[in-house]
């Protein structure tokens, strides 16, 4: 099964959102609730967590990236038992 990693809406309101940076790359094992990617708001440093279980199989959006809550910006699969 593949899980999205999406960018929460942070409550931040028209503030630009920039992807800093990855703090994981594609093929790591991650767990529930690891942070996986951090996102600059107005100059304070968010946390993006990942959303299950399961290895890294993709980073879609790369480091210094406007985003938008919503976005897209890796893809989860979880591995088979």
Excluded: C, K, Y
């Excluded at 100059?43 to 993709?58: E, I, M, N, Q």
């Amino acid at each position: 099964m593949n899980s999205p990693i999406i960018l929460p809406d942070l409550g931040e309101g028209d503030q630009p959102i920039r992807l800093a940076q990855w703090l994981v790359e594609s093929g790591d094992t991650v767990v529930e609730g690891d942070r996986v990617v951090e996102v600059l708001v107005g100059g304070v440093l968010f946390h993006v967590a990942s959303p299950t279980d399961g290895v890294v199989r993709r980073t879609i959006e790369s480091e210094g990236t406007l985003l938008v809550p919503g976005t897209e910006l890796g893809l989860i699969v979880q591995e088979s038992r």
